[in-house]
């Protein structure tokens, strides 16, 4: 079959598959996040490259059929997972019509009013990171990790401005940087490509809030400073992967300052804080970082990819990924820049208009009502946990995440009991949490993170729970 498909083919296909999409959505408050244990298999598929096609619908049927009964369901309300969320409908729309469209937002010339709707979104998000007025720019990225390797590379090129065209060999720096042993290995990927070693990425102890500590932070540059090493920079989290921590952001600004480093804060998760302005205290002084990851595809409830880094220091993002091209139109009198010239991408997708035009559709507030309501609900569930006679506390939530661990066991058996619970939880494949260790503790973890999660799905995860508890502690006895 041809890919020119007639216009009635079109039609019919399209509309098959939102009829499939859209009935996915309504199943996804009660949806089985996954196949019961039993019915999981992870081996390969292994059918060959179809020489010819198959009917048009049968194939579409099949796909959804297959991927929605044996998949995964990040979407779902019962998954309290990691950070991926319920994607807005407007969302999965604005993917479906990007891909038609197909803009290449490299560059200007060949997408024009596509690139200017990612600058928008840009300018949008960095008002609520940066204040209305402040000078900033900034990029969409695959996600956090290419946020917080854009971040770094900034950092370096302006600790070391040789460093871009000439590299480190053979100048004898020796380039460190901070973060907290909680932080997202991101950044120990970033510090071994951008090829200053994952070495140099040095991790500070937490306080008991699971904060980077300031006093060992400043003593740690000292000991780098007087041992010939050279710090450039400080990369604080606000809202760890384990347990939603926000470091203090002011005390490591201040530090950055002191110690004239660059400082970027990691809000992949957390910087959505400010689209609350309930909230937005939260991660008060991330207005001070030089540069800020946000992804969109985690609290801002985007579908998979849109990462976001903005810096403060625009001239940095071009310094560190500007390049010339004799093949690429330039545009006269034009006030947005290349994308190429500003990002680690070439080709790239447009991973703006999902955000944008869920913002056009429901608009700032909703987020500030999902932030706000999906905040409560963490903290009500923590207030569940503390009244438990099952399950402790391990630390109280600043965001959404909630982690805890059962009652009175020797501290030697905890990660076994987590695993116990979470393997009693997670069998049927009704719901999904996970066992991590957060500031050293074996703890699990749940997070609210869906849109449609709500009091109904957390007391179905609390009667689970009491019973696993019951279940496992009658096995062990
Ligand atoms: C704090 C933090 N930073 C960065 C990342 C990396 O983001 P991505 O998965 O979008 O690459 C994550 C991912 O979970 C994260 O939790």
Redesign the pocket.
Known sequence: MSFALDHESRRRLGYRLIDLINDYFDSLPDRCVQLPLEQRTFDRLTDSMPEVGEDASKVLDDMAHELIERGFHVPAANYFG??NPTPTYMAVLAEAFVAAINPQLASLARSQLASKIEAETVRWIGERIYNLNANFDGTFT???????FSALAMALASHFPCQVEDGFAGSGDRPVLYTSSE??H?LDKSAGLLGIGRRALRRIPVNDRLQLDPAALEQRIHQDLATGFKPFSIVG?A???NSGAIDDINALADIAERYGLWFHV?????AAATFSDRHRDLVSGIERADSV?I?P??WLAMP??A?VVLTRRADLLQRTFGVSTPYMPKIAGATIIDNFKVSAQWSRRMNSLKLWLTLRVHGRQAYEELIDRQLHLARQFADWVKRSDHFELVSDPQLTIVNFRLRGVPESDVAAANAAIVDEITRDGQRWISPTIAGGKQVIRMMVISYLTGEKQLQGLQEALVAAAKNTSAKAN
């Open positions: 990691l950070m695959s996600g956090g990790n290419e946020a917080n932080a997202h991101s989290t809202g760890t992967t990691d809000g992949a998760y957390g990851t992804d595809h985690k998979f990819a990462g």
